[in-house]
């Protein structure tokens, strides 16, 4: 009995765009259901070391490729872990991963044309077979399942189900292919050499046997590929495309990566490793269900996705192979978590990306500006934590500062730069770089060649209320506490002016007083060290959350004739609240904030205009 199911919303939409793809590189359909066919190899291995009562021959696991030249047919297939009906219907009829949403909207949104760098920046796994294929038959059955089930579509739609009585344990994909490659004699995909060619150039290194079943040699069941796990050879024998290759396996990411790693340890735990460094931010980086974790392997045989144990949420980016020797393949991600030996691996690939980071930032400008670009943000997080490794955090981080509009510093750079006599490395935090440039805390360190960091991401908002020092150099905000300059001796009766604002404006302001950081504005707000900023306060709110209440303390500029002119009014006993008022929201307007009553803010300001006119 056959079943017609329609494809959900979003996979529709990416069928439709396979199907009328122009995407240049069409070859990578076969890497993707290879390299879908090796986990499923990988899960079954894993599943009967694991249950042994689970009935599967594992006595030849393998994948092959078989086709058929006048039916013009390529088949995939595996005798791995296969899929339920069930499991098709939500793997296959639906797009389940995170992140993959907002992609199709992103698509919605742009030209057909980038439709096709999304193909190429994001993969798109089994569905790439609708680029070469128009129609996709596929039979498959679960290990340990009686009965099978087969799948067929054309892409346009629906699918249809059907139940298989005697189907063979494993995953069998067959395409049939599209009549106009026919005369591409290079992408002809009928045709051995072309797929001999492919498998060489993107699957050499998959450790399970492929082998080529074509009609013609019915003999040839050697394996296509050399079937070597790249993290065990020396690195002088590996090419540059295999590692490629390899990271896409298991990044699922189609471009190349920015940077590679390897790990190994040996004595009492033995470990290899081989990682890398995305050239891209991952489209979950900021989604609560983002993945994490690189695979894990216990002497060659795969043990999960996702280690999550092996890598701190901050470096969730980082993708790659540990292969554990001395651990036990039934272990739980519970007891990961506990285990030892994954700690202290934990703790050296922690070190060595750090090192990574910080070799790149020192030695190869160009890639360490696309590695902080793209995952800088995430980077960041680190320094809220993993307290332990805060110094060398810091110190592969850069940051916007006044020194330079386009260009990032480090605080090393920051520190050289620093002159005699400025005793801290001082920051101001807010939502945009413009809105804080000309904040008017600024002023009087810009006056005193003073440079200021300016930093605007969300993330900065936390860890610097964590982070106090560099290298035993403070680190200070200049929009909270009293600061020191250093300079003048402090201007004298205003006393009575700033009583008498505390008490005009105490239900908005904790104290006022005179300030020292401001040249030429007359007012500016400042917070004690440890308050929430208003730039967090926003965060809360935008979160649903209302934040405590924070008064923060008015400063004013004693210079300034609007300063000077309200005390000798004050004085004479003729000051007007209504002033008091004015000053305080124009000190909230000049950082960027936002006036509690707006309204009353101008007709107060219109009124005291007309008095000029
Ligand atoms: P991805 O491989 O990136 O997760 P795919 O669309 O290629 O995305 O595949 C979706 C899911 O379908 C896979 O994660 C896997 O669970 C399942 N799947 C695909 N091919 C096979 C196969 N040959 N055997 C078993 N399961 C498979």
């Given at each position: 009995?056959?079943e ?34 090796s ?11 694991r ?29 791995g ?12 009829g639906?797009i ?13 949104e ?64 067959t ?5 106009e ?7 002809d ?10 498998v ?14 074509s ?36 990044s ?5 990566p ?15 490793g ?6 891209h ?17 216990v002497?060659r ?6 280690c ?5 949420e901050?470096?969730r980016?980082?993708?790659?192979v ?8 039934n ?17 050296r ?5 750090l090192?990574?980071?910080?070799a ?12 902080w670009?793209?995952?800088g943000?995430a ?76 930093l ?50 105490a ?11 401001l ?5 500016c ?25 924070t ?6 500029n ?31 307007l000049?950082e ?22």
């Amino acid at each position: 009995m056959s079943e017609t199911i329609e494809f959900q919303a979003e996979a529709r939409q990416l069928l439709q765009l396979m199907i009328h793809s122009i995407y240049s590189d069409k070859d990578v359909f076969l890497r993707e259901l290879i390299s879908n066919a090796s986990d499923a190899l990988d899960k079954l291995r894993l599943e009967s070391y694991r249950d042994k009562d689970l009935e599967v021959d594992t006595s030849d696991l393998r994948i092959e490729l078989e086709q058929d030249a006048e039916a013009r047919t390529l088949t995939v297939r595996d005798n791995g872990i296969g899929m339920t009906r069930d499991e098709v219907v939500e793997l296959i009829g639906t797009i389940a991963k995170s992140g993959t949403a907002e992609m199709l909207r992103q698509m919605r949104e742009s030209q057909e044309a980038q439709a096709e760098d999304l193909i190429g920046q994001f993969g798109i796994g089994f569905y790439s077979s609708f680029m070469v294929a128009d129609r996709v038959e596929m039979v498959t059955r679960k290990a340990g399942a009686a009965e099978g089930v087969h799948w067929e579509s054309t892409g346009e739609g629906t699918y249809t189900l059907e139940p298989v009585a005697d189907a063979p344990q494993g995953t069998a994909i067959t395409l049939h292919l599209k009549a106009e490659d026919a005369e591409d004699s290079l992408h002809d995909y009928a045709k051995p050499d072309v797929v001999r060619r492919i498998v060489k150039r993107y699957s050499d290194f998959i450790t399970w046997p492929i082998r080529l079943l074509s009609g013609e040699d019915e003999g040839d069941t050697d394996p296509v590929n050399s079937r070597k796990a790249l993290w065990a050879r020396p690195p002088s024998e590996v090419t540059d495309e295999e590692l490629t290759e390899f990271y896409r396996h298991v990044s699922h990411d189609w471009q190349e990566p920015l940077e590679t790693m390897r790990l190994s340890g040996e004595g009492t735990f033995e470990y290899q490793g081989l990682l890398f460094l995305p050239s891209h931010a991952p489209m979950d980086l900021f989604m609560r269900e983002a993945r994490r974790g690189v695979q894990l392997y216990v002497k060659r045989v795969f043990v999960m996705d996702d280690c999550e144990a092996l890598v701190p949420e901050y470096l969730r980016f980082v993708k790659g192979v540990v292969d554990a020797a001395d651990l036990s393949l039934n272990v739980s991600r519970e007891i990961l978590q506990q285990d030892r030996q994954i700690q202290a691996i934990r703790k050296r690939l922690v070190r060595k990306v750090l090192q990574t980071v910080k070799a790149l930032q020192e030695n190869e400008p160009e890639k360490y500006r696309t590695f902080w670009g793209e995952l800088g943000r995430a980077f960041k997080e680190g320094l809220i934590t993993d307290p332990d490794n805060r110094e060398a955090i810091l110190a592969a981080s850069s940051f916007p500062s006044t020194h330079s509009a386009d260009e990032d510093t480090t605080l090393t750079a920051y520190k050289e730069r620093m002159p005699e006599g400025q005793e801290a490395i001082y920051y101001l935090t807010g939502a945009s770089r413009s809105s804080i440039e000309n904040s008017p805390h600024i002023e009087a360190f810009r006056a005193k060649g003073y440079e200021v960091l300016l930093l605007t991401d969300q993330v900065d908002e936390v860890w610097t209320d964590t982070v106090s020092e560099f290298d035993g150099t403070p680190m200070a905000s200049i929009a909270k506490g009293d600061v020191d300059l250093g300079d003048e001796d402090v201007p004298e009766g205003f006393d009575d002016l700033l009583s008498w604002m505390g008490t005009e404006l105490a239900d908005d302001v904790k104290e006022v007083r005179l300030s020292s950081r401001l040249t030429s504005s007359p007012a500016c707000l400042v917070g004690d060290p440890g308050d929430l900023s208003p730039m967090l306060e926003k965060m809360y709110r935008a979160m649903g959350q209302e934040p405590p209440v924070t008064k923060r303390t008015l400063e004013l500029n004693p210079k300034h004739a609007l300063v000077s002119g309200l005390r000798d009014k004050q004085g004479a006993g003729e000051a007007d609240p209504d002033v008091a008022r004015l000053l305080y929201g124009m000190a909230l307007l000049a950082e960027g904030g936002d006036l509690k009553e707006p309204t009353a803010f101008v007709n107060t300001l219109a009124e005291r205009l007309q008095k000029t006119l």
